[in-house]
């Protein structure tokens, strides 16, 4: 996969990937789930993000964070223009999660600044997937 078109990736075109990539058996989660999906066999729950330009750590909301957490195996994967970086968040000591102002939806439809518990996950954490760089 080019950067170009891990730069236009969204979380649909990222699950498709996946699926036909690594995760056979991935499935969508319903739309009131906190998770985007999850495999029965490899018995983990995943949730996506799509980044449009490569930071050396990504954003993770704290609410995602526990929800995650409450599965006995989950992951957040995230991509950039240069990779796909799977995190195995049990695998990491629980980030510090601080207050941040940011627009309230993450494409931007509503750009009114609300206060969000976040944290930051240094890709070093992380397997790259794709490595693009």
Same mark, same amino acid.
């Given at each position: 996969?080019?950067?170009?078109?891990?730069?236009?990736?969204?979380?649909?075109?990222?699950?498709?990937?996946?699926?036909?990539?690594?995760?056979?058996?991935?499935?969508?989660?319903?739309?009131?789930?906190?998770?985007?999906?999850?495999?029965?066999?490899?018995?983990?729950?995943?949730?996506?993000?799509?980044?449009?330009?490569?930071?050396?750590?990504?954003?993770?909301? $704290?609410?995602?964070? /526990?929800? !995650?957490?409450?599965?006995?195996?989950?992951?957040?994967?995230? &991509?950039?223009? =240069?990779? #796909?970086?799977?995190?195995?968040?049990?695998?990491?000591?629980?980030?510090?999660?601080?207050?941040?102002?940011?627009?309230?939806?993450? $494409?931007?439809?509503? /750009?009114? !600044?609300?206060?969000?518990?976040?944290?930051?996950?240094?890709? &070093?954490?992380? =397997?790259? #997937?794709?490595?693009?760089?």
């Amino acid at each position: 996969m080019t950067p170009e078109k891990l730069q236009n990736l969204n979380e649909e075109k990222l699950f498709n990937y996946l699926k036909d990539n690594h995760i056979s058996d991935l499935s969508g989660a319903s739309q009131y789930s906190y998770t985007d999906c999850s495999s029965a066999k490899y018995k983990v729950v995943i949730e996506l993000k799509c980044r449009k330009t490569h930071y050396p750590t990504l954003l993770i909301e $704290e609410h995602k964070y /526990n929800e !995650l957490m409450k599965h006995p195996k989950c992951r957040y994967i995230c &991509s950039t223009p =240069k990779g #796909i970086y799977s995190f195995s968040l049990h695998h990491l000591p629980k980030p510090e999660f601080f207050i941040q102002y940011m627009p309230a939806t993450s $494409e931007f439809e509503n /750009n009114n !600044l609300v206060p969000k518990s976040v944290a930051y996950l240094n890709i &070093s954490d992380a =397997k790259n #997937i794709l490595e693009i760089i």
